[in-house]
């Protein structure tokens, strides 16, 4: 049973088709997904998406792409975490390729959101593109380490890999790692230990080979699983059985349907 550990539920093209959703999670052995708030206008939709089923959870956060919205406070992301569905907090980060300029105001932001994870004892779900120095930095100098999380969608080096998992942070692998031009990321899916190793779709966007270019949902998570579970010369059940426990473990307020 395989867990799609990112994921935008909520979105139109998801949320208009969910019993087909969920029936190929189903037929693809995916158990379970982590819908991923990405502002708090929409965050009432990803937590109305998780409490409809049992085998969803959501997060609570802002996402760095966000440039324009109302200010975000440390309280304010604590008190949403305290929902039983709200599993984690982000997805947070740094984000130098989608906007430029002075982006004091994102590492700001990302700051809020470490405080609040370290208050609400919920792990934190990091986006680092273009950034990767900064978004360790600033992981440092607030403590990330105190309740640890996931940098999904891992596109980085193994050095930045490494340095993440030092502070007790988890590597995601998304539908890129199935690419054919994403050779040193397949290097990263070697070597990452495989108790540190998520795997998520970021669906709707992202799909993996073979479907690239198409609209992505939860049960392709079992193709990027498939992937890493080659590269690593490991049987897809392995693969399968390692993730959904390190799931488990990192997000400890998500309870399997079972208990
Ligand atoms: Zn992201
Ligand atoms: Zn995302």
Redesign the pocket.
């Known amino acids: 049973m395989l867990v799609d550990s990112?994921?935008?539920l909520n979105f139109p093209e998801l949320s208009n088709n969910m019993d087909a959703i969920r029936a190929a999670m189903q037929s693809h052995g995916v158990g379970y997904a982590l819908c991923?708030s990405?502002n708090m206008r929409e965050y009432p939709q990803v937590l109305e998406v998780a409490c409809a089923h049992d085998n969803f959870y959501a997060t609570v956060g802002v996402?760095p792409d966000y440039e324009n919205e109302p200010p975000l406070t440390v309280e304010q992301l604590v008190t949403e975490a305290s929902h039983p569905k709200v599993v984690g907090i982000g997805?947070t980060g740094l984000d130098y390729f989608r906007l430029t300029g002075d982006l004091e105001w994102q590492r700001t932001r990302f700051r809020t959101h470490i405080r609040a994870a370290i208050e609400a004892g919920k792990p934190l779900i990091i986006?680092t593109r273009a950034a990767a120095d900064d978004t360790l930095r600033i992981m440092r100098e607030e403590g990330a380490h105190r309740v640890g999380g996931v940098m999904?969608?891992f596109t980085e080096s193994l050095e930045v890999a490494q340095q993440a998992i030092e502070m007790g942070f988890y590597i995601s692998f998304s539908g890129i790692v199935t690419f054919k031009n994403a050779a040193s990321l397949k290097e990263v899916a070697k070597q990452v230990p495989l108790d540190r190793i998520l795997v998520e779709t970021?669906s709707p966007?992202l799909a993996p080979v073979p479907f690239r270019g198409k609209t992505n949902q939860p049960a392709y998570v079992k193709y990027v699983a498939e992937e890493v579970a080659q590269l690593r010369n490991i049987d897809a059940e392995t693969l399968a059985l390692a993730t959904t426990d390190n799931f488990f473990r990192l997000f400890k307020h998500a309870k399997p349907c079972n208990s």
Do not use: A, P, S
Request: charged share 15%; net charge negative.
């Open positions: 990112h994921c935008h991923i990405v996402h997805e986006h999904h969608c970021d966007y």
